[in-house]
């Protein structure tokens, strides 16, 4: 109604209490979703356009009823939503194992894509929720699953923001290398005052051994500063070292070392990433603990997901982060000291 009288248009609908008629015939209504039956649900078989606003709340049961009842040639069904859970009706349907059929479209739209966002306090808003609340940020603003908190790894301990990285830093220079549908990912830290800096990344799918040289480069200093690596590719190391003059080698492994690595990024006071490492925060948000999908259990077990730039980060600080392991007399106190 606030529309059609801003732009003049009051003469071409009748807007009545539970219905628009519009120019044409045409006819809009509005219902709830959560109280129809076979028989209610009916009365939208001659609809051209259905459009579900907060379809993260419909139910399995209403999604079934409504598909088959938009049957018109050409009908289609909309639905708007800030994701809650993959487990969601709607989101499965558009998102899901099945999701790859021609006849859906699904668009992830955040702030990013609004051309408007800049005015107001909005911006403000979100860059405060990003360093003081990253734990809800990624629902908010960007579009992720609400997380149970418990099980994410690195609560509490990560902001983003913006600073000034010192010249005379030690840095550390990770790369973690793709796989089929894996990333390449590359980042580069440093440590100051007890905390670890994050102040840029490179990377992406699909990079050919022949890109990556032009993909590290993207990080100053990529060709002054030693590298570590995941070593289950020898040979791009050797290609990159002997061909292109990286000072790159193999970061250690061992059993356990992904724990290990997480302890030790945990025992810096803080992470900082810096804005433009959104990859990098992106994971930071999402790295977690599995969870049991029964008793929503927070299990002692890292989920092998989000979690390629992480893996850069650890191969970078190789030597900062050490094998607790080959320790052979430690107590439960010890175990927590990196």
Not at 139 to 146: K, R, S
Not at 178 to 205: I, N
Not at 238 to 258: E, Y
Request: charged fraction near 30%.
């Amino acid at each position: 109604m606030d529309k059609i009288s801003k732009f003049n248009l009051n003469s071409l609908f009748d807007v009545q209490d539970q219905l628009i008629k519009t120019p044409g015939g045409g006819l809009i209504i509005f219902q709830g979703m959560q109280n129809h039956t076979a028989d209610s649900i009916k009365s939208l078989e001659g609809f051209d356009r259905a459009w579900i606003e907060e379809a993260q709340s419909i139910s399995a049961y209403s999604w079934r009823m409504l598909r088959p009842t938009m049957r018109k040639a050409g009908s289609e069904i909309w639905a708007s939503w800030n994701p809650a859970s993959p487990d969601d009706p709607i989101d499965d349907f558009f998102r899901g194992s099945g999701s790859d059929r021609p006849d859906l479209i699904s668009v992830r739209a955040n702030w990013s894509d609004n051309p408007w966002f800049r005015s107001g306090t909005l911006p403000t808003e979100r860059i405060e929720d990003q360093r003081a609340r990253p734990d809800e940020y990624g629902h908010i603003w960007e579009g992720d699953y609400v997380s149970i908190t418990d099980a994410i790894i690195f609560r509490n301990r990560v902001s983003v923001e913006d600073f000034k990285t010192p010249d005379d830093m030690r840095f550390y220079y990770g790369v973690d290398w793709g796989f089929a549908k894996d990333p390449t990912a590359a980042v580069r830290c440093f440590v100051s005052d007890g905390c670890l800096y994050v102040d840029h990344e490179a990377g992406g799918v699909g990079i050919e051994l022949d890109d990556t040289p032009a993909v590290l480069s993207q990080i100053p200093g990529a060709l002054d500063w030693p590298w570590k690596a995941d070593g289950a590719r020898p040979e791009t190391i050797s290609f990159l070292a002997n061909r292109f003059g990286f000072r790159i080698s193999a970061a250690k492994k061992w059993p356990g070392s992904v724990e290990d690595g997480v302890a030790r990024l945990k025992s810096f006071k803080r992470i900082i990433v810096h804005p433009r490492c959104k990859r990098v925060a992106e994971e930071f948000r999402k790295y977690s603990y599995k969870v049991d999908k029964r008793t929503e259990e927070v299990l002692p077990v890292i989920a092998d997901a989000w979690n390629h730039w992480i893996d850069a980060l650890r191969y970078a600080l190789d030597g900062v982060i050490q094998n607790r392991r080959t320790v052979p007399v430690f107590s439960s106190a010890d175990n927590d000291q990196i």
